[in-house]
């Protein structure tokens, strides 16, 4: 019923930008908060930001908060995270994900309940 569809990845030059997009149907998630994660072969999904209308905050991992920015939108139920000055270490597998509910720290994977395919991002030197 539920359905997280991202788009945006691709293969990019480091210092280039690209803007992911994530578009949720079968429920809202404004009362919650959708975000982003990513995964490298070998490694824990990492998170890496998050977008919450209720609040209207952003969160962000430490290794992205110079560069990346979370947005929303509320009528499409979706979120966009543009990236600015991509690096070599961002290449990864980008999925989008939702909560449905506050319970649980936002940076742990296993307290969201939606999860999108993943875009592939590859950065090259």
């Known amino acids: 019923q539920v359905q997280l569809v991202e788009s945006g990845g691709g293969l990019v030059q480091a210092g280039d930008s690209l803007t992911l997009s994530c578009a949720a149907s079968?429920?809202?998630?404004?009362?919650?908060?959708m975000g982003w994660f990513r995964q490298i072969p070998g490694k824990e999904r990492e998170f890496v930001a998050l977008?919450?209308?209720?609040?209207?905050?952003?969160y962000y991992a430490d290794s992205v908060k110079d560069r990346f920015t979370i947005s929303g939108n509320t009528r499409k139920n979706a979120v966009s995270l543009r990236m600015n000055s991509l690096k070599p270490e961002d290449t990864a597998i980008y999925y989008c994900?939702?909560?449905?509910?506050?319970?649980?720290?936002?940076?742990?994977?296993?307290?969201?309940?939606?999860w999108g395919q993943g875009t592939q991002v590859t950065v090259s030197a």
């Open positions: 079968g429920r809202t998630f404004s009362s919650t908060g």
């Open positions: 994900a939702a909560k449905g509910s506050y319970a649980g720290s936002y940076v742990y994977g296993n307290v969201y309940d939606y």
């Open positions: 977008f919450t209308w209720s609040a209207g905050r952003t």
